[in-house]
């Protein structure tokens, strides 16, 4: 757009100041009319792309649930329709290259939501929800953080598989599971209920004058499944018309080391295409029944006066795989699998437009806190975003790596992707700038090794910062091949049987470094 303003803009003031200045011309009122009004409207449209800065904005944090970073049409998904998120990207920031960093349990969703609300790497927080009473002082988790700061925070959505201490150090904690014990429609209405307290919540600051700013973190449980919306939304996605991702596959090609995860058993193997549009059209359902809620809730801080002084973030706790490599769940790194999530902030002081850098979910903390003018605690390791989105810097980072539990690990960089499984010693390269589906496993490739070597050393040197104690080779490898449940025969049984107790015994241990070659 500001390219077409720019060359009629050039165009009207050489035009005007050719009529205005030759001598042989005089003065045009209504064309010199005609170029200050277009002057105008131009500087109005660039003020209205990046409103100025306030010093203590709201912040409106949206933490969807299980969200692809397709999520969106406006993210690329022209099958989807989201017209009021779409409206962030169309005047914020998007990250297009956003992660959660990783898990050491399958519910993925809590060591994310832990690391965000703690701004700590996935091996400095607790290892699971029992050990959550330990992650340290509730004063120096993001809500008390934020409230230090002189702001009013409030939490309403997911509290299973979460991180309680954190959400519990808001100043307002509501609880919206789906599970709609109060109205009786269940999950199909979570979206609503949780559009319907916020803009009671809203309206409340409005009637009382609440001076302080507030912070307000949404935790919707949606998409994630049971993947049941409102009938209108559903009625949006005929399965027989959504295309399938470039990188079906009925069924992974290996043991990933987690395969039978609950997550993986929400489709039978081998995937068929008519099971995953099935699912792909519930889950598109779900976004748009949050979107559709979402847009109510904007409409209130219109309403209510915030509009223009809140910074609202749209984000997810992890990414999803529905069919891309055979898979279904969060539990692997691919792209288009657990960690790879969206990530868009608009609002006053943030322009329009997109990043390319590598960011973690973690680096939220101490953006936030940069946001609210707050002093960042100790022991915070996410990087905050402003200089990026300043345009004082184009990253964050170099390179970002990956890893769920003691069986997979993965670093990209701007171009090249590396995917480690130590238990089963396979190793996947990919050219991401050429691949993006991943399809092409570029490992064995010689003019590829030097490239391997480098991504492969440097994974290591994550880990090693990261303290993740996983080593990336083992003495005693298991084999890669694999079954899916209910289609091994009789004979086959004892030798499944034994595998599975191998495959067991290993991820129950700390795994035993190889010998270094």
Request: charged share 20%.
């Amino acid at each position: 757009m500001n390219h077409v303003l720019d060359a009629a803009h050039s165009v009207f003031v050489s035009f005007v100041f050719f009529v205005v200045a030759s001598p042989v011309s005089k003065p045009q009122p209504t064309l010199t009319l005609l170029a200050a009004l277009l002057l105008w409207s131009r500087l109005e449209l660039r003020a209205a792309e990046t409103a100025k800065p306030v010093a203590k904005p709201n912040i409106l944090h949206i933490h969807a649930d299980d969200h692809r970073p397709d999520g969106l049409r406006a993210l690329g998904n022209p099958i989807l329709h989201t017209p009021h998120l779409d409206t962030l990207v169309e005047r914020g920031m998007t990250f297009t290259r956003c992660y959660t960093m990783g898990s050491m349990i399958g519910a993925v969703c809590t060591p994310s939501r832990t690391m965000m609300l703690t701004g700590r790497s996935w091996q400095r927080i607790p290892r699971s929800p029992d050990a959550q009473p330990n992650a340290g002082d509730p004063a120096t988790f993001l809500p008390r953080v934020i409230a230090a700061a002189g702001y009013q925070t409030w939490h309403m959505g997911k509290s299973g598989n979460s991180f309680p201490p954190g959400i519990q150090a808001f100043e307002t904690n509501l609880i919206e599971d789906g599970r709609g014990k109060d109205d009786g429609e269940g999950r199909a209405a979570s979206s609503r209920r949780l559009a319907d307290r916020t803009i009671e919540f809203l309206k409340a600051r409005t009637e009382t004058n609440a001076a302080k700013p507030f912070y307000i973190y949404l935790a919707p449980p949606v998409p994630h499944d049971p993947r049941v919306a409102e009938p209108q939304f559903h009625k949006l996605y005929d399965p027989a018309k959504i295309p399938l991702s470039p990188a079906f596959l009925p069924q992974h090609p290996w043991d990933n080391g987690e395969m039978t995860v609950r997550d993986e058993k929400l489709a039978p193997w081998p995937r068929t295409p008519a099971d995953t549009r099935q699912q792909l059209a519930d889950y598109y359902a779900c976004i748009t029944g949050l979107d559709h809620h979402v847009g109510r809730i904007f409409a209130a801080l219109k309403a209510n006066g915030h509009w223009d002084n809140t910074i609202i973030i749209f984000t997810g706790d992890n990414g999803l795989s529905l069919g891309e490599h055979g898979l279904f769940g969060k539990q692997n790194l691919y792209e288009f699998g657990g960690m790879h999530v969206p990530l868009v902030i608009a609002g006053p002081g943030i322009p329009k437009g997109r990043s390319d850098a590598l960011v973690y979910l973690m680096d939220l903390f101490p953006t936030f806190a940069e946001f609210a003018g707050a002093t960042l605690p100790a022991g915070v390791e996410g990087k905050s975003l402003r200089p990026v989105i300043e345009g004082r810097a184009t990253k964050v980072r170099d390179v970002l790596y990956t890893g769920y539990r003691n069986c997979q690990r993965a670093l990209r960089d701007d171009r090249w992707k590396l995917i480690r499984y130590p238990l089963v010693d396979k190793t996947q390269l990919f050219d991401l700038a050429a691949d993006p589906h991943e399809l092409t496993n570029l490992a064995d490739r010689p003019e590829h090794a030097a490239k391997l070597a480098e991504l492969t050393a440097l994974l290591q040197r994550e880990m090693d910062r990261h303290a993740d104690k996983i080593p990336l080779r083992v003495a005693n490898p298991q084999p890669a091949e694999w079954t899916p449940p209910g289609q091994d025969n009789a004979p086959q049984k004892p030798k499944q049987k034994a595998k599975a107790a191998r495959k067991a015994a290993a991820n129950e241990a700390a795994t035993k470094p190889a010998p270094p070659k």
